[in-house]
């Protein structure tokens, strides 16, 4: 199975501090073809970022993707709550044509 | 608003078949989506099965592609999954989900059902 690297596998914040996640493809990828999903315990995954750095609607603007090439990132500006979860990243690409990855988990530290 | 709702068994035998159905509602199977079946083991990331488009296109991850099938009812607008041989490895909650009009990701899921392989 193949899945995308992302780092830290845990990162540990304290409410109002600024979270930066990363995601690292394999090869070098249509800015178009890379998402990032949050998802809480018990629920479906929720679309935040498509398209590298497009938030989709509803998600708020502390919210920002960023990055090119094989590397990209997720950035929460100021964390809330309730966005201590899991976030994972996903490339668009051609076999198999999606792929996640591993998962970072936000815990409140 | 694209509400999505998967069903079936709970439970299923090695060596037996999973099969799963999504209901669609607010949109019909006809529309310009790309319809999608995703896994999650328990504790464990996401994969994703495959996709298919409602005039037959299909895509599937080449690890499940020998057991899979996909197809889809357009009289009821659903869409569904067959998983034959499983293994305890296909234990999963499944999602359905669909991209929308957010190309190349999935805006729209289900809430997932879980599947587990036991005797």
């Known amino acids: 199975e193949l899945v995308l690297p992302q780092s830290p596998g845990t990162l540990s914040l304290y409410p109002g501090e600024r979270a930066t996640l990363s995601c690292r493809v394999s090869?070098?990828?249509?800015?178009?073809?890379l998402a990032w999903y949050q998802q809480k315990p018990g629920q479906a995954p929720r679309l935040l970022i498509y398209g590298t750095s497009y938030r989709a609607t509803g998600i708020p603007d502390r919210f920002s993707g960023s990055g090119s090439g094989t590397d990209f990132s997720l950035t929460i500006s100021r964390l809330e709550p309730e966005d201590f979860a899991v976030y994972y990243c996903q490339q668009y690409g051609s076999s198999p044509r999606y792929t996640f990855g591993q998962g970072t988990k936000l815990e409140i530290k | 608003q694209v509400q999505l709702q998967e069903s079936g068994p709970g439970l299923v035998k090695p060596s037996g078949t999973l099969s799963l159905t999504c209901t669609v509602s607010?949109?019909?199977?006809?529309?310009?989506?790309?319809w999608s079946w995703i896994r999650q083991a328990p504790g464990e990331g996401l994969e994703w099965i495959g996709e298919?488009?409602?005039?037959?296109?299909?895509n599937y991850n080449p690890s499940l592609e020998s057991r899979v099938t996909f197809s889809i009812d357009r009289s009821t607008n659903q869409f569904s999954l067959k998983l034959n041989s499983v293994t305890a490895a296909d234990t999963a909650i499944y999602y359905c989900a669909a991209t929308g009009g957010y190309s190349y990701s999935y805006y729209y899921w289900g809430q997932g059902t879980l599947v587990t392989v036991s005797s």
């Open positions: 607010g949109d019909s199977i006809t529309s310009d989506n790309w």
């Open positions: 298919m488009y409602h005039r037959g296109s299909t």
């Open positions: 090869q070098t990828t249509n800015s178009r073809h």
